[in-house]
């Protein structure tokens, strides 16, 4: 009998143990679920405000040239040196990483575009910030990037720097661009 007692005891303080909030108040274990969709919500309102940061950044550069068509220029060379480079190196990548810094973002920072494409990072439907990137044969591997603006249909609008009108991976300016989701190797999620 005092076994059973005991054994009935260790088990009430378990689930009363299971049940309180770290402050030490008893929270029912209905309430939890209401209380992580609040959290759930919350998050993804925050989310959506960085997003659209990212993506008010991203809008006021198109329209940026290279100076002298050398990977060269103020805005140019301020891209890449948030990656720690000077002028002559090509800057897609860059430019996403130096967008991410004017929104207070810390990551990421890489001046090389399959780096911004770690497998942890990758999703399969994009969203409205996200990056993409475009796949090279010559090169076998990513070879430039952007960030999506949006997704109409089988296609993404996006905005990129280094690029021009033929969407080349080594352009002269930050445009704005419709792409194929079939000429898209991979997308990221650096926001959540």
Known sequence: MATIRIILGILCFAI?????EPNGSVLARSAWPKAQVLSDKNKDIN?????????????????????????DGKKVEAYLNVTNLSKGYPWCAAFVSWVFKQADLPI??????????PLARQIVTPKPADVLGIYSIKLKRIAHCGLVERK?????????????????????????????????????????
């Open 16 to 20: 009363i143990g299971r049940s309180t």
């Open 47 to 71: 989310s959506k405000a960085i997003r659209a940061k990212l993506l008010a950044v991203a809008r006021s550069q198109i329209g940026v040239r290279e100076a002298t068509g050398n990977n």
């Open 108 to 117: 990421p920072r890489t001046a090389w575009s399959p780096a911004l494409f």
């Open 152 to 192: 109409q249909n089988n296609w993404i609008i996006s905005i990129e720097g280094n690029t021009d009108p033929d969407g080349s991976r080594n352009g002269n300016g930050v445009y704005r661009k419709w792409r194929h989701m079939k000429t898209i190797a991979k997308f990221a999620d650096w926001v959540r």
